[in-house]
């Protein structure tokens, strides 16, 4: 559990600095691991509803940040 705990939160990190480059959004590295995290939330949801799931490592990324860029966006829109 420990293990898995320690990957959701590296892949978070990775996924969530990926996603703010992509968005030219700048922020911490704590700010980069909860986006990468809530992303992959996001994006497994709203990718799930509309069928397209992950299988490995590799796709988990992408669907995360897919989400984190969806959360990015999000909370542009809410502060604009």
């Known amino acids: ?10 892949s978070g990190g990775i996924a969530g600095t990926i996603a703010g480059k992509i968005m030219d959004s700048e922020g911490s590295l704590i700010y980069n691991v909860a986006l990468g995290i809530v ?3 996001v994006g497994s949801v709203v990718l799930g509803i509309i069928g ?3 299988s490995g490592f590799i796709g988990g990324i992408i669907i995360t940040i897919i989400g984190a860029c969806l959360l990015i966006w999000v909370v542009r829109k809410i502060r604009s």
């Not at 559990?1 to 590296?10: K, N, P, Q, S």
């Open 39 to 41: 992303g992959g939330i």
């Open 52 to 54: 397209i799931h992950s």
């Open 1 to 10: 559990m420990l293990v898995a705990i320690i990957l959701c939160i590296i």
